[in-house]
């Protein structure tokens, strides 16, 4: 029977865990579903026997993360169209540490995103090892490693993520400002100022989840996202029958970088994470599957948001 000091401490540590679980899973929803799932073990443990009750439940969480993870797979091949994580707006404690530059790093979309094409130990290690900081001997415990494995894994994970990433990313304001220049040629109806905008093999990705439409493939190369996306600002008697009103378009933050947010009626109907890097726009993320912007709309909600730029229909 857990006391109230038993209880008080695994709430203390509930938002370090949650945040190793986001990383992990790259869904809030499924993150608060292991971490509650650690404080079941917690309840059924002996919790008088455990010496450092925090590298206790980060090990528990992170092993119910790599099951999860590891069904995951399996659940994501029968996924409708792209799989995007589920993204955090500014503020949102889930996102946990961001004092370093790994650690907004290992939180921002496109790392997340990147993290998908790792095994589950190379997740864990780098997440842990990134954004917590643990010492290879700690993370070699946790997933019952040799320390030795733990750091080859951690370069392996490390490699893979920066091999992905051949791009300088450019400061926040710098992005923000090209965001806001995007957001300008879009609403044009001209095609040449995009294009201007993006990288030469620039992408385009989005996440329905089955329930919004979104392309199942990926748009590639400059001019095919370019068309893409002046058709998406383009009015249309469908397009608002399907949000459901005008969406207010917003430049916000989200998982640590400027983003662009379309609201409709307080409800936030899509997130694009935008990856702006010294050669241009490399990348538009898009998450408009509703099962996961539930989290962003009531943070939104609850914060203070200013005038939207434009109304899109």
């Not at 659940?75 to 650690?103: F, H, I, N, S």
């Not at 009626?265 to 599957?289: H, K, S, W």
Request: net charge negative.
């Amino acid at each position: 029977m857990l006391t109230a000091q038993d209880v008080d401490r695994f709430e203390a540590a509930r938002p370090r865990l949650e945040a190793i679980a986001y990383r992990l899973l790259g869904s809030a929803s499924e993150a608060e579903d292991a971490v509650q799932d650690t404080f079941l073990r917690w309840q059924a443990a002996d919790v008088d026997r455990i010496e450092v009750p925090e590298a206790w439940l980060t090990k528990v969480l992170t092993h119910l993360c790599l099951n999860q993870l590891t069904s995951a797979r399996a659940r994501r091949e029968t996924y409708v169209g792209q799989w995007l994580p589920e993204p955090l707006l500014a503020g949102d404690p889930m996102l946990g540490p961001a004092d370093t530059a790994e650690q907004r790093e290992s939180v921002s979309y496109a790392v997340l995103t990147l993290m998908e094409r790792l095994s589950p130990n190379e997740r864990a290690v780098y997440v842990l090892r990134e954004a917590f900081g643990c010492p290879h001997r700690e993370i070699a415990d946790i997933l019952d490693l040799t320390e030795a494995a733990a750091q080859q894994v951690y370069h392996r994970a490390k490699k893979h993520i920066a091999d992905g990433r051949t791009r300088t990313e450019v400061d926040e304001a710098a992005a923000r400002r090209v965001i806001e220049e995007f957001l300008v040629a879009a609403t044009s109806g001209r095609t040449e100022p995009l294009v201007r905008l993006l990288t030469e093999d620039a992408v385009s990705v989005g996440d329905g989840g089955g329930k919004v439409p979104a392309r199942a493939k990926a748009f590639e190369g400059a001019r095919a996202v370019a068309t893409f996306m002046r058709g998406l600002f383009k009015p249309s008697k469908a397009k608002l029958a399907l949000a459901g009103g005008s969406p207010d378009i917003h430049v916000t933050t989200a998982n640590g970088a400027p983003a662009v947010l379309a609201v409709v009626d307080g409800r936030v109907i899509g997130v694009m994470c935008v990856e702006v890097t010294t050669e241009g726009i490399a990348a538009f993320l898009n998450q408009v599957n509703p099962d996961k912007l539930d989290r962003a709309t009531r943070r939104w909600a609850a914060g203070d948001h200013g005038e939207p730029l434009f109304s899109a229909y």
